[in-house]
């Protein structure tokens, strides 16, 4: 239990969970939602769809925080086993709610499926003196009720319909079970490509440690690294601190990092480099038309994900095949036999053809082997060549990315924005 701020746990009940047969969204969902409300999750737990499974991971939970969070097996099926496995723990009888059986029967007669049926019946019963979260989207309410020095609530595993018992009565009952104890949490996010997360550390570590010391500056600021295929966010948080000193730590600590991140971030509210992109495209007025071999069309994608892309991009040409780049990117026979697909001049040809062919002011192109054959000494899987034309030279680059044939594939896109956004928005 926590002496100050509160604690929770996720208890995430289903044997379709530990097959691998459902992807437990909910949890990560409900660790976003309460670190929002200054709610700190300190242990997940996910268990079978087994009485003392669930019950043993409740009491165990519930030595651990005031709050303990228990999702799935609410529904009126023999498997549903959450609802009189966590009663029977708290040692409080089922009952019926005749308000909620109403609710249930209206329910139904309004959708049109005539009588409740017989199972649904169970989805009324309450362990007594616990408090009902209604559900706007389904038949199974929410439950709150103490166990100890706990309250335990039980959601429904859907997701949708979690998320409105979360968004609704659940809120409030947070608030005001526990709204005077929550600290209050502010966050810094900065979004950086094309720099491996060791690397970064290394660096930030470097520049933390100069004098004065940011742990003597802003000892209260945590930085976690959040790498994926696509970057390294970094998240900046501090918890407690009240909005005056937790701007001023959260200063000291971007003052330090900018410097060092400077090469490899990018400015986007959603997280996504493309955002960016289209940013830069719209300032300077400029249309795109991309140029794609070994992404087949992510990169255009991409782009297309965006509202309004018209008004930035032109249309794209995946030319996987040698012939496709003669044809519709210009790029000679003689070039491709002298230096290969997958080379800086083939690159280039394919973003100034492309800009070329479809009337755009700007083409960026990607060559390269996604694997897992195709590779040789000279050009291994993993070998991506990338252009920019139309802002001036044109600009390319080497990488050789390491991973799966998908990994490569999303991580020559994400490549492919970021030499665009340098190339759009030169750093001095």
């Known amino acids: 239990m926590s002496a100050s701020g509160v604690n929770a746990c996720v208890v995430s009940v289903g044997n379709e969970l530990l097959f691998g047969e459902t992807v437990d969204t909910n949890s990560a969902w409900m660790g976003r939602a309460l670190a929002s409300r200054g709610i700190t999750i300190v242990r997940r737990y996910t268990v079978a769809d087994l009485a003392e499974e669930i019950r043993h991971a409740v009491r165990e939970a519930s030595g651990l925080a005031d709050l303990v969070i228990v999702s799935g097996g609410l529904g009126p099926t023999s498997d549903d086993i959450t609802r009189p496995s966590v009663a029977e723990l708290v040692g409080a009888p089922l009952e019926v709610d005749e308000v909620l059986l109403q609710r249930l029967r209206e329910r139904f007669e309004a959708c049109g499926y005539g009588e409740l049926p017989a199972l649904n019946v169970s989805q009324a019963e309450v362990p007594r003196g616990a408090r009902i979260l209604h559900n706007p989207r389904g038949t199974a309410p929410g439950l709150a009720m103490r166990f100890s020095d706990t309250w335990l609530v039980l959601l429904p595993g859907v997701p949708r319909e979690l998320r409105a018992i979360f968004g609704g009565e659940l809120s409030e009952f947070l608030e005001l079970e526990f709204g005077d104890r929550t600290l209050s949490v502010s966050h810094r996010t900065v979004h950086t490509t094309g720099v491996p997360e060791s690397r970064l550390a290394e660096l930030i570590e470097a520049a933390f440690a100069r004098a004065p010391a940011i742990s003597e500056l802003a000892p209260d600021v945590s930085v976690a690294y959040l790498p994926d295929l696509r970057g390294v966010d970094l998240r900046l948080t501090t918890r407690g601190l009240q909005a005056d000193a937790a701007d001023a730590q959260l200063s000291h600590v971007l003052d330090r990092l900018e410097p060092v991140v400077e090469p490899w971030r990018f400015h986007a509210t959603s997280g996504d480099i493309v955002e960016s992109v289209s940013g830069a495209l719209r300032s300077r007025r400029m249309r795109l038309a991309t140029a794609e071999s070994c992404t087949a069309g992510l990169i255009a994608t991409r782009l297309t994900d965006l509202p309004r892309a018209s008004e930035i991009f032109v249309g794209g040409v995946v030319a996987y095949e040698n012939a ?92 492919a924005f970021a030499l665009l956004l340098r190339s759009l928005q030169p750093r001095p």
């Open 324 to 415: 496709v780049k003669q044809a519709l990117l210009e790029v000679p026979e003689d070039m491709l036999v002298r230096h290969g697909a997958v080379s800086e001049a083939v690159a280039v040809q394919m973003a100034t053809g492309v800009a070329r062919s479809l009337a755009a002011d700007v083409g960026v192109a990607v060559t390269g082997i996604a694997g897992p054959g195709g590779g040789t000494d000279e050009k291994p899987v993993g070998t991506v060549w990338l252009a920019v034309s139309g802002l001036g030279r044109p600009t390319s680059e080497h990488i050789r990315f390491v991973g799966d044939r998908q990994a490569v594939r999303e991580r020559a896109a994400q490549a």
